[in-house]
């Protein structure tokens, strides 16, 4: 009786397991209020309890570009008209919130005035920018939200008018902070911290408890349009040491590692079964500083790209990051995977006076640029200042840099080493960049020609046509001017336990839980 | 006595204001703000971000504003952990700190204790050796490499004990040993040099020629002597531990108060930097407080101070 009793527990134990999944974030800073979220672990969690008019793939094949085509979610089709310009969505009926209130087109309008508006303090206003009127509405240069160019036309269709055809259009309304809004209940949001259960949403997932500094625990939504997903539970832990993560991980107590594993300890890792890895549509890149010598002439800025072999300074990554020479990453159209610039041995740069670099990053980059160092001192002669400075006050330096208003005397390093994470799969977030009315353009650069053909790029929606322009513009950027050294793409590096199915390394970064289901 | 305790706790109230006030302006003068992000934001969002934290003001008038919103006990909300009150971050993260603070001071005392006397006990044997030995050690081994070797020992390997988190006593135990260890070697180090200084005493002679044991002389004569130098360590001890826990609570992802110390630094999150810091300022000048009323109170001849 006793081992039978004991055997009904484990099989009980066992089956509970099989419904729980948990998943390591490395904070629990979460934002809830989706127009304002941005943070890669707020939008983990947002990504599985709230949906958008689109959403990404459940399961890749790999090596396919699946990922590159946004799927129907909340808007179960669309219409485009006027070359691509106007978007009507026809939105799925019967899906209903939590409370059981049903999804309108108006919640969507609701949402994306709010995320317009500059009370609400969002970050991710640009996303919009594309649709008519939208720029001027956050600038505040128009306040009659009437003449931006989102309508709901019925209960169950919402027209979008853009200013230009904006091809990767349907990739920003897969993005949290369009999520529709309870115009009704949001105000609520931000109390919601000590009642978490109470957060009205609509997506697979819901949150049911959220205890600070240990986790977040998201329970199937049963009510769910596309039904209930398989794992019952997901708990999201909050463990940032990647050390501690690991072990937990071996000790039974996470199903997935999706980031920041040991870098002393991938090597082993990546002989194992459970370790998957991907690309993500990340660069890593040198930005050139074009408004003084040395490099404001293109000569030095080609022999510095020429001298250096990226593969040197990959030894420091263990993986994690592979060479470049192209700025769209590779699994985007415009992506060119060889004819840039090669490194050439022996001495290829000369210069008077040592130059200096600044970048924010952990101690794998200090490795790796301390590799450059040496490198350019020996074969080349020229002395490198490595000025590594904290993250908050790189990014300060970058403002203050991008809105001019530096302070006197501050110098402005002679190379910035940075990183673009793509917002959306599409080459337009990486040509974007350099545009010269960008504010993430740190180069002092600017180029007529290479504004005309992304300006034209992004206004045709034929995908042949742009993957040209792109690729005669991002010649002038690395070749005719060598404004930027793309360096490396970032590789995705996860843990992830053998019986789970349908996990899927998104170059985005995203997670769904609702695709994830284990092997019977 | 009274005016004793009185002088004391306002030079408490002054250290705690010089602190508030050198860390305010400190924070400030930092580069990178709080809303320094990889996007430049449009600049009425950007407005309106700054003055709803009060940013736009001049630091001095966000100075007074905060010290006098400390005083009500406001210390204003996180920017970092949107929605949430640093006071209430505080109230829940504190009681975590303080029983794994409490708890690796009484490892650190009992241990230390324990092997400080059982090597004056002992003092040509291994045990003394290995005391000296682990005291050095535990001294110079930074505590992240302590706390890799034990979660190595005994989660990877032996597989007893849960390698992180805060939830069943026994989770509790391999923070804790890393947390005291220092400050058991400091005791162990500290008792067992006063007591092979009073076991070299004339009073010790006499005991010895009445012909009481070795153990009745350490325990009933000696040890009571070395008390004394040992509760002049526990501000020392309580600094240690302070400054430990910021480490050892982010490496075994225990949710306490000083996992925030660094995250806020690092976010420039200025109200939490600040309720923090306080919170640690105060109960390192309050411990010290303690520390020398206690002395003044065992010892008659400090009561003069």
């Known amino acids: 009786m006793k081992l039978f009793l004991l055997g009904f527990l484990f099989l009980a134990a066992c089956s509970n397991r099989r419904e729980i999944l948990r998943f390591n974030l490395s904070g629990d800073s979460i934002q809830l209020d989706w ?411 600017k180029n007529a020609e290479y504004d005309s053909l992304v300006d034209r790029a992004v206004s045709t929606p034929d995908e042949g046509e742009r993957t040209r322009y792109y690729a005669q513009a991002q010649k002038i950027l690395l070749l005719q001017d060598a404004v930027i050294m793309p360096l490396f793409v970032t590789s995705h590096q996860a843990l992830v336990r053998t019986d789970l199915r349908g996990v899927v390394l998104n170059p985005l970064d995203k997670w769904y839980f609702r695709s994830i289901h284990l092997e019977k | 006595m009274l005016p004793n305790i009185l002088r004391k706790l306002l030079s408490l109230l002054l250290t705690l204001f010089v602190l508030a006030t050198i860390t305010f302006f400190l924070m400030h003068s930092v580069p990178g703000g709080p809303f320094d992000s990889e996007r430049a934001l449009p600049a009425a969002v950007k407005a309106n971000m700054a003055t709803s934290f009060g940013l736009d003001l001049p630091v001095w008038k966000q100075y007074t504003k905060y010290i006098f919103g400390m005083l009500h006990g406001d210390f204003g909300p996180s920017y970092k952990y949107i929605g949430r009150d640093v006071r209430e971050m505080i109230c829940e993260s504190l009681p975590i700190s303080l029983l794994l603070g409490v708890l690796a001071l009484g490892w650190a005392l009992l241990f230390g204790l324990g092997l400080g006397v059982m090597s004056a006990y002992k003092r040509k044997s291994m045990l003394s050796a290995f005391t000296s030995f682990f005291s050095v050690s535990s001294l110079s081994l930074p505590s992240y490499l302590l706390a890799a070797a034990l979660v190595y020992i005994f989660c990877v390997r032996l597989d007893i004990l849960p390698p992180a988190q805060w939830e069943s006593w026994r989770s509790m135990i391999l923070p804790v040993i890393t947390l005291g260890m220092r400050p058991a070697a400091m005791v162990a180090r500290l008792i067992r040099a006063s007591l092979l200084e009073s076991l070299q005493a004339d009073y010790v002679r006499t005991a010895r020629a009445k012909g009481l044991s070795e153990a009745v002389i350490l325990w009933k004569h000696c040890l009571r002597n070395s008390f004394l130098p040992v509760l002049s360590l526990l501000g020392l001890l309580v600094a240690n531990i302070i400054t430990g826990s910021f480490v050892v609570e982010y490496i075994f992802a225990i949710p306490g108060m000083g996992k925030y110390f660094i995250d806020a630094v690092t976010s420039r999150d200025y109200p939490l930097i600040m309720g923090v810091t306080m919170v640690y300022g105060f109960a390192l000048v309050a411990s010290n407080l303690l520390v020398d009323l206690a002395y003044a109170w065992l010892d008659p001849r400090i009561r003069i101070v």
């Open chain 1, 35 to 445: 127009n304002r979220a941005n943070d890669t672990n707020s939008v983990v969690v947002l990504d599985n309890i709230m949906e958008g008019l689109t959403t990404y793939a459940d399961s890749l094949k790999t090596g396919t570009t699946d990922f590159l085509r946004p799927l129907p979610a909340l808007a179960s089709s669309w219409a485009l008209s006027e070359q691509g310009r106007v978007y009507r969505f026809n939105l799925r009926k019967h899906v209903y919130w939590t409370d059981g209130v049903e999804l309108k087109a108006q919640q969507f309008v609701d949402s994306w005035q709010r995320l317009l508006d500059p009370e609400t303090k969002s970050e991710n206003s640009y996303h919009l920018y594309d649709v008519e009127g939208a720029k001027a509405f956050t600038e505040g240069k128009n306040k009659d939200f009437s003449k931006v160019g989102i309508r709901a036309l019925d209960d169950y269709t919402l027209e979008v008018r853009l200013r230009r055809a904006a091809p990767y259009f349907l990739h920003l309304v897969a993005h949290v902070s369009t999520f529709p809004i309870r115009k009704d209940l949001f105000a609520n949001t931000l109390s919601l911290r000590n009642s978490p259960d109470r957060l009205v949403t609509l997506g697979p997932y819901r949150l049911s408890s959220w205890e600070h500094g240990r986790q977040l625990v998201l329970e199937a939504n049963k009510n769910y349009w596309g039904g209930a997903p398989a794992i019952k539970t997901v708990i999201c832990k909050a463990v940032p040491e990647p050390l501690t993560a690991e072990a937990l991980y071996e000790n039974n107590e996470l199903d997935i590692l999706p980031r920041d594993l040991p870098t002393s300890m991938i090597d082993r890792l990546a002989k194992r079964p459970d370790f998957q890895t991907g690309p993500r549509l990340s660069v890593s890149y040198l930005v050139f500083n074009t408004r003084k010598p040395p490099f404001d002439r293109v000569e030095n800025r080609r022999a510095f790209v020429r001298s250096i072999d990226r593969n040197l300074l990959l030894s420091a990554f263990h993986g994690s990051q592979r060479a470049t020479s192209s700025w769209i990453p590779p699994g985007l159209p415009g992506y060119q995977s060889e004819g840039e610039l090669q490194p050439l041995p022996g001495k290829v740069i000369s210069l008077s006076a040592p130059i200096s670099m600044r970048y924010s990053g952990n101690d794998t980059w200090n490795l790796s640029f301390q590799i450059l160092q040496k490198s350019l001192k020996e074969k080349n002669h020229v002395g490198l200042r490595l000025e590594q400075v904290d993250w908050k006050e790189f990014h300060g330096f970058l403002s203050a840099l991008a809105q001019h208003t530096l302070p006197a005397g501050e110098k402005i390093p002679d190379i910035l080493h940075m990183s673009w994470v793509a917002d959306y799969p599409d080459a337009h977030s990486f040509m974007n960049v350099f545009t010269s009315g960008s504010e993430s353009n740190y180069s002092g650069w």
